[in-house]
Each structure stands twice: as structure tokens, then as C-alpha cells.
């Protein structure tokens, strides 16, 4: 089974029956970009870390800044594949860079659902659900599909939840994005109970939880996507370029960062970079700047070009086996660059990932996201079970209720009462949202760390 491109690229927007009206000079993949920049998610990514949590150095990347960038180098491989696909093809009403937009907006949002403190945060909610007294006596209430949502929680799974459906709650389908774009997003389609059933990197992780099988159902049929097995996809065809995108503009914009915070030397950087630019005139130029910044500056936009290039003539060489949902090996492990891009990724590993201050705030968060999770869930569990008639609630949840906004529970709801799943849910939505100085402010004040100023009578 082979996808089509004219049903790839479907405006379908996700919860609605009829489709929008297509405002000239101005696409729906476009506006998907738009939403998403304009979003509250998206601008809270601002004080998610990147690399470097909690950073006392302005110039350090953030998860807002990292999307952007993610995003300008995914305009442009979604765009010359555009070219491609549209001379090949000539889908009915697309563009190259309508194909370059979708990539775009897709890439912008492909971290919108990070937990504070980084990746350590979604391996933080994963060790709270497994070794926490709470989480154990929650558990005892959800099925084995419900469990596994928390048991291998994704910060993937969670990015398409905030799109389709916590962003704009009142709309069915969240935000409303396209289709196409909410496709080529999701890296993993399946469900946390299916991960790992498709070999490489299409079975890595997950994107949807099970409350949210149906949104991705509608997105899969809409977009054409082949189905792999019981809500079970191949990956749409431009989630290889989200992917790429990602790939390459972190472990170069890493490498950058952690010059400027002495991580790294001039040295280490330009005898991996310079390899892959192989331009004497590049190398020339780079030896007349007299700043090592402006130096590592000059390399990394090098090096992200010649990377897209490469990139961009995978994707064409395995555009048949991308279409049929039979490339299971990342665009970025197949480029001339793989070896040193390999490399690049264990210096990281080495010596960037692991720093010490890194490493300690990730700790920390350990104990963060656990006694954030052990106090809400706690009290938004005995609140629904006081509302079912069971024991009173403690002083301590009612008073904890208060900081939760009403969005993320409904004790006037007989079935979220009821449903243990979908209260667990809610708090993480909530905590998952937060960024990484609301997270530990948060954190410190109902653990009585640190008080509010006392009010002028």
C-alpha cells in the first residue's frame, strides 16, 4: 500500500465537518503556524530549558528558541522537498511552499508538550508512577492500556494532547489544526500500548494517549496515513523532515551553546564542523574572524545548510520507500554527515548533557515533579471520591484544590468522579504545562520551602 500526496496533504481541519475557505496568499498551513505561535503552550516554552536548565546566561537556548530554529531549518527542507513532490506529482491546489508550511508548523510545535526541567521531566512523571505510594494506590483503578500511558509517559503524546485538545478545550479538536500538519507531527503514531510494536525509530515512543485515540483516528483517515496494525500508522511522509529538522539543528545549536558556556572549546567544534562544510573558501573565511564566538557563529550556519542539503537529497532518494511507510531509519543516519553527525552526538553525551549543574537541577526535578504529582493527584482523588460519598477529603487537599485551575477538574462531573484515569490525566496536564520557574515556585511553596511576602493590612 502505497500513501497518495493529494490526500497527504489534506486541509481537513481536526474536529470540524466542512472545510475552510482558503484565504489567497495566505494557506491553512500558514495559519496552523500562526495558531501555534499565538498559543499560550507555545509561548510558555520561553522558560523551558533546551540543554540548560534554570540558565543564568541570556544566550543559552531555550525550548522556545530551539523551536524557532527548528522550525526555520523545517520551512526549508519541507520546502525544496516541496519542490520535489510538486513537479513529481503536482498535487491539485499545493505549492512547494504549501509542503514547506506544513513542515514548518509541524517542527514549531514538535516540543509544545515538554515538561519543565527538559527530558528529565518526562522520566520524572514515568519514576513518580512507578515508585510513588500514590501513584501505586491510583494505579490499582486503570486498566493495563491507562497504566501504560503513565508507565512510559512522552512528552510526543503530550504535544499532540495540548494541540487536539487542551489548547482552545471549548473546540472539538483543540486548536483545529490541518490534518496534514497534526500528521506530520507525530513522529511515533500509536498508542503507549503499542510502542515498540514497529521496528526502528517508528516504534521508539508514542504520540497519543488512550484518551485521545479517536483525534488521531480522524487525523490518520483524513491524511491517508497505512495503517501498520489496530490503531497502529506508518508515519506520514513529512514527519522524516520534523524529524530531521530536530535532529540536526539540535546537536549543532548544542554545540554552539556549550561554547558559550565553556563547555566546550573553539577547537572541539570546528574539527567536527569544518569536515562537513568542505568549502576552502568557508574555511578561509572562518580563520579571518577574530572571535571565537563569531567563529562558532559562522560554522554552525555552515554547517545547518550543508546539513539541509544533504537532508533534502535522502529524502528524494528514499521517497518510494518513505511513501509506502517502509523507511524505519532516520534521514539524518543516512546523510554523507552521519559518521561525525555520530560523533557529534557522543561528544554531547560526553560532555554538554552531563554537566554537573545540569545534572543536579535534573535531580532535583526528580523530587519536584514527584511531590507536585503526590500532592494534586492526592487531592483531586479524595475530592471525586468525597463527591461519590466516600471519606472526606483532608484540610491539606481542599486547600491545594485551590491552586488548580477549574479547567483541570470537574467535581460537578459524575463521570470525571468516577474516572480515576482521566483525573490523573488532569493533573498532569496541569504540571506538564507548567514552565520550569512556575514548576519549582510552585513546588517550594506547598512544601512550606519558601512563604509569600506577608500582606500589607
Not at 478545550?169 to 510494536?197: D, I
Not at 526528580?366 to 477529603?393: C, H, I, N, P, W
Amino acid at each position: 500500500m502505497t500513501a497518495n500526496w493529494e490526500q497527504l496533504l489534506s486541509f481537513h481541519r481536526l474536529g470540524r465537518a466542512s472545510r475552510d475557505l482558503v484565504t489567497p496568499g495566505r494557506s491553512p498551513f500558514q495559519q496552523d503556524f500562526d495558531r501555534v505561535v499565538f498559543s499560550a503552550a507555545f509561548r510558555r516554552l520561553q522558560d523551558k530549558a533546551q540543554v540548560f536548565p534554570l540558565a543564568d546566561n541570556d544566550y543559552v537556548r531555550t525550548r522556545l528558541t530551539h523551536s524557532l530554529e527548528c522550525a526555520s531549518i523545517g520551512r526549508s527542507l519541507g520546502g525544496i522537498a516541496g519542490t520535489y513532490i510538486c513537479q513529481k506529482y503536482a498535487p491539485p491546489g499545493i505549492v512547494a511552499d504549501d509542503i514547506g508550511a506544513i513542515v514548518a508548523a509541524a517542527t514549531l510545535a514538535h516540543d509544545i508538550g515538554n515538561p519543565p526541567l527538559g527530558h528529565s521531566g518526562e522520566e520524572a512523571v514515568r519514576y513518580w508512577f512507578l515508585n510513588s505510594p500514590v501513584a501505586k494506590h491510583l494505579a490499582e483503578r486503570l486498566s493495563a492500556e491507562e497504566r501504560s500511558d503513565f508507565e512510559w509517559y512522552e512528552g510526543n503524546a503530550q504535544g499532540f494532547r495540548v494541540l487536539a485538545r487542551l489548547e482552545q478545550p471549548y473546540h472539538k479538536g483543540g486548536m483545529q489544526l490541518t490534518a496534514a500538519t497534526l500528521a506530520a507531527l507525530c513522529k511515533y503514531p500509536c498508542p503507549s500500548s503499542k510502542r515498540g510494536f514497529l521496528p526502528g525509530s517508528e516504534g521508539k515512543k508514542f504520540n497519543f494517549f488512550r484518551e485521545d485515540i479517536e483525534l488521531f483516528r480522524e487525523v490518520a483517515t483524513a491524511t491517508g496515513m497505512i495503517p501498520a496494525g489496530e490503531d497502529v500508522w506508518h508515519r506520514h511522509p513529512l514527519a522524516h523532515l520534523v524529524e530531521a529538522a530536530d535532529d540536526i539543528t539540535y546537536l549543532v545549536v548544542d554545540f554552539e551553546d556549550a561554547h558559550k558556556v565553556n563547555v566546550l572549546s573553539y577547537s572541539e567544534i570546528e574539527s567536527l564542523f569544518l569536515p562537513v562544510i568542505s568549502d576552502g573558501l568557508a574555511e578561509r573565511t572562518v580563520r579571518s574572524i577574530p572571535d571565537k564566538q563569531q567563529k562558532v557563529e559562522f560554522l554552525r550556519g555552515k554547517m545547518l545548510g550543508v546539513l539541509v542539503r544533504q537532508c533534502s537529497r535522502v529524502f528524494q532518494e528514499y521517497h518510494h520507500d518513505i511513501l509506502n511507510g517502509t523507511l524505519n531509519t532516520p534521514i539524518s543516519e543516512l546523510i554523507e554527515a552521519a559518521p561525525i553527525m555520530k560523533q557529534i552526538k557522543a561528544k554531547s553525551q560526553e560532555k554538554i548533557y552531563n554537566i554537573q549543574r545540569a545534572v543536579e537541577i535534573q535531580c532535583a526535578g526528580f523530587e519536584l515533579t514527584g511531590g507536585l504529582l503526590d500532592s494534586f493527584m492526592t487531592a483531586v482523588a479524595e475530592s471525586a471520591s468525597e463527591v461519590r460519598g466516600g471519606k472526606t477529603a483532608s484540610y491539606r487537599s481542599k486547600k491545594l484544590l485551590h491552586l488548580l485551575p477549574n479547567r483541570y477538574y470537574n467535581l460537578s462531573d459524575p463521570e470525571f468522579c468516577r474516572n480515576t484515569y482521566r483525573q490523573m490525566l488532569s493533573v498532569v496536564d496541569f504540571i506538564t504545562g507548567m514552565t520550569d520557574t512556575h514548576a519549582l515556585t510552585l513546588y517550594r511553596k506547598i512544601k512550606g520551602i519558601s512563604l509569600p511576602g506577608m500582606m500589607q493590612v
